[in-house]
């Protein structure tokens, strides 16, 4: 008998319910294709950023909000309105609208964004998970490798967290990252690795020393032409010949014939 019921309600489904479905689908595809919404999700999209630069983030997160009332799938408007929510430090809400980009939108930079947030809140398992994934999707990005290695610093791993330095490193060579190492050694007392990484940071300092003495050396190419001095000529000696421009040689008329 319950069998029955189902089935008669799944047929009651596709005879009302389904069409029905259907054409509020095709409705809302006929709206996102049309001119005119997209010339308002634009103009949507204009306001929430002046209003974000400006700092106005009433202003900012009313469009946001606007476009995802008309756009449900919409990863991009997630992703800003998480990072408007992480300034206001409205963690929470940051955090759900990451996921719920990461879940429309399989983008490295919403899990950094929650990444940070986790950081920022204690959750630092969660946090490395994010990074780690992040870095799975994209690898080539420092700032990825240094947010990892804060979350693994948190988490007592100070190995993990000198590898993520390393290999952040490898992507720039910058100073501030070789300090950071030093640190973490300093931390650990690990006495080889400070040594080790003080004098990178010496070879690192003096050659960068000696590329901004060698530009300050360099010459400067003058724009202007360069006269040499005419020199005067011996007694009895011919003038040098001279060849003259055809613009300015003079032409002497023929004689004209008698009559």
């Known amino acids: 008998m319950i069998g029955i019921l189902l089935i008669v309600a799944f047929l009651i ?11 509020k689908r095709k409705k809302e595809q006929e709206k996102e294709k049309s001119p005119h919404f997209d010339a308002q999700m634009k103009k949507l999209w204009s306001i929430a950023q002046d209003s974000m630069k400006e700092r106005k983030p009433l202003r900012a997160e009313k469009a946001l909000l606007t476009i995802l009332k008309f756009d449900e799938k919409n990863a991009a408007a997630y992703n800003r309105l998480g990072i408007l929510y992480a300034k206001e430090q409205k963690f929470d809400e940051a955090i759900e609208c990451f996921e719920i980009a990461q879940s429309l939108d399989n983008n490295p930079s919403s899990l950094h964004n929650a990444g940070l947030i986790y950081l920022e809140t204690g959750a630092y398992e969660k946090a490395e998970m994010a990074f780690q994934q992040a870095l799975e999707l994209e690898g ?20 993990e967290a000198i590898d993520a330095l390393e290999s952040a490193y490898e992507l720039e060579a910058s100073t501030t990252t070789l300090r950071q190492i030093l640190a973490l050694y300093e931390a650990s007392g690990d006495e080889e690795g400070i040594e080790d990484t003080t004098l990178r940071i010496n070879n690192q300092l ?21 006269v040499r001095p005419v020199k005067p000529m011996k007694p009895g000696s011919k003038a040098p010949r001279t060849v003259k421009s055809p613009a300015r040689r003079l032409t002497r008329p023929k004689p004209s014939k008698q009559q």
């Open 13 to 23: 489904f596709l005879i009302f319910g389904y069409p029905v479905i259907l054409a």
């Open 140 to 159: 080539g990005v420092p700032a990825r490798f240094i947010a990892l290695a804060k979350a693994e610093e948190k988490l007592g791993k100070r190995k």
């Open 206 to 226: 003096a050659a960068l020393e000696r590329k901004k003495k060698a530009s300050k050396k360099a010459p400067r190419r003058s724009l202007r032409r360069v």
